[in-house]
């Protein structure tokens, strides 16, 4: 069975921190890209982060810049989502999702994704 599956998600102060992790099996994230989104509270879900899946190369929203870093195992097929000095705003339901096979280069269009994680609840609140 082709999945993803999402942890690390839970509730931190502001100003702490988490590691997300995504863990395919069913399949291999070699040479696919990995695309992290989120969906806040009566919002529209929205891209986050994405490693390429050719040589690493990583991406980000200007609103995570210098605080979120994504990074992959390939050897252990998941992709890692870190998040320091979290902020209530980064408060959402995050979803990893993968490219079809093949498909390296980063996107951060939900149409370009193949397979999503059913995804996991941050809370960032005092």
């Known amino acids: 069975q082709v999945q993803l599956v999402e942890s690390g998600g839970g509730l931190v102060q502001p100003g702490g921190s988490l590691r997300l992790s995504c863990a395919a099996s069913?399949?291999?994230?070699?040479?696919?890209?990995v695309v992290w989104f989120r969906q806040a509270p009566g919002k529209e879900r929205e891209y986050v982060s994405c490693i390429s899946g050719d040589d690493d190369s990583t991406y980000y929203e200007d609103s995570v810049k210098g605080r979120f870093s994504i990074s992959t195992d390939n050897a252990k097929n998941l992709v890692y989502l870190r998040m320091n000095n979290l902020k209530p705003e980064d408060t959402a339901v995050y979803y990893c999702?993968?490219?079809?096979?093949?498909?390296?280069?980063?996107?951060?269009?939900?149409?370009?994704?193949?397979?999503w994680g059913q995804g996991t609840q941050v809370t960032v609140s005092s």
């Open positions: 999702a993968a490219r079809g096979a093949m498909r390296f280069t980063c996107s951060r269009y939900e149409a370009d994704v193949e397979t």
């Open positions: 069913g399949f291999t994230l070699d040479l696919r890209a």
